[in-house]
């Protein structure tokens, strides 16, 4: 079976500062990862996907993440916060050639940016 | 930027009392969905739709549940007879038909729902 795995809940860092939020899956089959955001009384956005080809993917508001096959990880990173980047953030799998848009989703990592 | 839209953002009901949480999607989106969130657990799939019919339904999607696209545009999820573990953040999403393989989803802003 699929899973996804956020190890941290919460992450406080102070802003501008680098951030790295970890996401590990687990899957006998190809899949294809993301991660959201979720702004306070906001919905899912999308930040950025890993379909295929460059492991390194870049998304919107500075953040990228790098699809790590060998370690089973899609860790988000961001050289430099803002306080605007205080959110939960969603780590995602699809798989195989599903039509069916199941994503299975980890537990959310609160990114706390501090002045 | 196109928007799926939900409605209402929240509402209160009391156990066992019918509930209907609507949902506009994209206008050329193909495929339906709604995910469900309690509060500080995970994001839950619950229900796929295409062609005017269910593609899959998850374990939490029982008899209780049902969805409909009664004109085209909105999307609905029914809660038959609510119960206290009902209580949850609702999100639906769409796609359309490009990217099937991928399923990258647009999410709505969700629709809270509290169960008295």
């Given at each position: ?13 102070f802003?501008?500062?680098?951030v790295?939020?970890?996401?590990n ?5 190809s899949v294809?990862l ?7 009384n906001q ?10 080809g460059?492991?390194l993917?870049?998304?919107i ?7 790590n096959?060998s370690q ?10 803002h306080i605007?980047?205080?959110?939960e953030?969603f ?8 039509n069916?848009?199941?994503?299975i ?7 706390q940016?501090?002045? | 930027e196109?928007?799926?839209t939900q409605t209402p ?7 066992g ?5 609507r949902?506009?999607?994209i ?10 969130q ?19 339904k998850?374990?939490?999607f ?5 969805v409909?696209?009664p ?20 999100f639906?999403a769409?796609?359309?038909g ?9 999410f ?9």
């Amino acid at each position: 079976a699929q899973s996804v795995t956020q190890l941290d809940s919460q992450v406080p860092v102070f802003e501008e500062a680098p951030v790295e939020l970890r996401c590990n899956y687990s899957s006998s089959v190809s899949v294809y990862l993301f991660w959201y955001v979720q702004y306070p009384n906001q919905g899912l956005q999308l930040l950025l996907k890993y379909l295929s080809g460059s492991t390194l993917v870049k998304g919107i508001n500075g953040f990228e993440a790098e699809f790590n096959k060998s370690q089973t990880s899609f860790h988000l990173r961001k050289p430099s916060v803002h306080i605007s980047d205080t959110a939960e953030y969603f780590c995602a799998l699809s798989y195989g050639s599903s039509n069916t848009g199941k994503l299975i989703f980890g537990q959310g990592t609160t990114l706390q940016v501090k002045p | 930027e196109p928007e799926v839209t939900q409605t209402p953002s929240h509402q209160v009901t009391q156990m066992g009392q019918e509930v209907i949480l609507r949902c506009v999607p994209i206008s050329n989106h193909l495929y339906f969905y709604w995910y469900r969130q309690i509060l500080g657990q995970k994001v839950e799939f619950l229900v796929s739709f295409y062609n005017n019919e269910i593609s899959e339904k998850s374990e939490i999607f029982d008899d209780q549940f049902s969805v409909e696209r009664p004109d085209g545009s909105n999307f609905t999820l029914k809660i038959r007879s609510t119960k206290l573990e009902d209580s949850a953040m609702y999100f639906c999403a769409s796609k359309n038909g490009r990217s099937s393989g991928a399923n990258v989803l647009t999410f709505g802003a969700g629709s809270r729902l509290t169960v008295l």
